[in-house]
């Protein structure tokens, strides 16, 4: 399983939100350069950037910045954050991104998303889908930075992407979101079990090894993880080591 260390950027230093909240943000560091050359030392091969100001502005404002990481860097990025448009996933791809995140328009765009991925590959996008878990127990995607609620549910949303068409997919329960609660397995594997063509990376919670290793157990391909290691819990070292 793939451990994706996280950058979340907000005015070009790294943060992290609880439950997505702009209003509830801890910053870390200030160079975010140099915290994924660390992220890279400790055998990251994979890093997970999000522009937080495009997630909040519904537009790009931060690609370059991220750009500038990508092509500086050896680690593989996966980002997203502000991605409304082709020219969007086209500008990432471009500055030396290797797969960008779609998030809110996996939703609410399906056909515009399936041609940006017949266009560019499955391999070079990633959907995320963040979800709140109903007292019903049933999974809706979030919008609009969590604050609306999509009109359908998650499965009916990944119904929209047939197999073959689509190959990774961020689920976020974001209920979990940056408050080291453990990931939401039983949405993870449920979401394995109904889609077993798809590469499926846990985002949302994740506070320990075992956090780790149990989604790696229940077929989790990859896993986000933010706040617990710019708290200490583990290195992103231990984590890789753990999931190998």
């Known amino acids: 399983m793939i451990v994706y260390p996280a950058i979340d950027l907000r005015a070009g230093v790294c943060v992290r939100l609880m439950h997505g909240r702009f209003d509830q943000v801890t910053e870390y560091d200030a160079d975010p350069a140099a915290r994924l050359a660390a992220f890279v030392g400790e055998g990251a ?26 092509t500086g860097s050896t680690a593989r990025i996966q980002s997203g954050g502000g991605v409304r448009t082709v020219e969007d996933v086209e500008r990432l791809l471009d500055a030396g991104v290797t797969r960008v ?33 109903g007292e019903d127990g049933v999974p809706t995607p979030s919008l609009k930075g969590w604050t609306e609620a999509a009109g359908l549910d998650l499965w009916a949303a990944l119904d929209r992407y047939p197999a073959g068409t689509l190959g990774h997919v961020l689920i976020t329960d974001v209920g979990r979101d940056g408050a080291l609660t453990g990931p939401n397995l039983d949405l993870l594997g449920e979401a394995r079990r109904r889609r077993p063509d798809l590469r499926i990376q846990a985002s949302g919670g994740v506070s320990s090894l075992d ?3 149990a989604a790696r157990a229940i077929g989790c391909d990859g896993a986000i993880v933010g706040r617990a290691i710019y708290e200490g819990r583990f290195t992103a070292r231990e984590a890789i080591q753990a999931c190998a």
Do not use: K, M, N, Y
Request: hydrophobic fraction near 55%; proline fraction near 3%.
């Open 101 to 133: 995140v779609v998030g809110s328009l996996a939703v609410t765009q399906p056909e515009a998303v399936a041609g940006w991925l017949a266009r560019f590959g499955p391999e070079r996008l990633t959907l995320a889908f963040d979800v709140r878990v």
């Open 211 to 213: 956090d780790l290793t």
């Open 45 to 70: 091969t994979w890093v997970h950037i999000v522009d937080l100001d495009g997630a909040e502005a519904g537009r790009a404002v931060q690609h370059a910045l991220i750009g500038a990481l990508a």
